[in-house]
């Protein structure tokens, strides 16, 4: 006999299991474990996946800033007359700054800031210079000095592409440091050694790798051990011997 609020009646008493549909087992302390190792397994997996993807998107982000970069520069030069644009350690207004210059010359906006530099604070490129706080970063990128025309090593000379022996192995821009704040040049004749280099590149920014644009307007990813390798390996940063380095007499 069925009792009508749903107990199941047997001879002498209720059965002790409910008739009820809507029992239902709860988790066992067990299953509950296992559960979440499941789900700690997974996202041991999923995390670094999805660090990577966003550490490479990342760079896909800056290296192609770099081209649009490269881009600009290459129309820069037609206008120019083959003059490099200068470095702007000395500017006073904001438009003067190179990369302000060259962004005058794409469709696309430049980017400033790499999506990797962790620094906190960078210039308003829309605001007068001073206005500005003197410890805030220029941008995430420098230039070249030995391409500059004011450069006192090679007194301006190269600051025409047309005199450069391999523009297409020549560094023109680089990633910086992101401890410089005012600085947007570097000074490869200076180098001594790679550690010396490593401070003046941001050469780890990008895995172990670092993104630059070459005179002829190409940008690459490369480590930096490509391009500066002393002594007597590549070096890509003197113009009047890019890939190469100055005879040893000099």
């Known amino acids: 006999m069925v009792n009508v609020r749903g107990s199941c009646r047997i001879r002498g008493g209720i059965h002790s299991r409910p008739c009820s549909p809507s029992f239902r087992r709860a988790f066992t302390l067990i299953e509950l474990l296992v559960v979440i190792a499941i789900i700690a397994l997974l996202l041991a997996i999923a995390v670094p996946s999805l660090k990577k993807a966003k550490e490479s998107a990342r ?42 210059i060259l962004s005058a010359y794409t469709s696309e906006t430049l980017l400033t800031r790499c999506p990797a530099d962790r620094s906190k604070y960078f210039i308003d490129w829309t605001m007068p210079l001073e206005d500005q706080p003197t410890d805030a970063r220029w941008s995430s990128f420098a230039l070249n000095a030995l391409l500059d025309p004011l450069c006192p090593q090679t007194k301006g000379y190269y600051h025409v592409a047309s005199r450069i022996r391999r523009p297409g192995y020549c560094i023109y821009i680089s990633e910086s440091p992101d401890s410089w704040t005012r600085y947007d040049h570097i000074h490869p004749e200076n180098w001594g050694s790679i550690e010396e280099a490593k401070g003046q590149i941001a050469w780890d920014r990008h895995r172990a790798c670092s993104s630059y644009v070459f005179v002829d307007g190409h940008a690459a990813m490369l480590a930096v051990e490509r391009t500066w390798d002393w002594p007597g390996g590549m070096c890509m940063w003197f113009p009047q011997y890019a890939p190469g380095w100055p005879p040893l007499d000099n």
Not at 73 to 98: F, G, N, V
């Open 59 to 100: 760079k896909m982000i800056c290296l192609s800033n770099e081209r649009q970069m490269g881009i600009a520069l290459s129309a820069y030069l037609m206008e120019q007359k083959d003059r490099l644009p200068p470095s702007s350690c000395h500017i006073t207004r904001p438009e003067q700054y190179w990369l302000t």
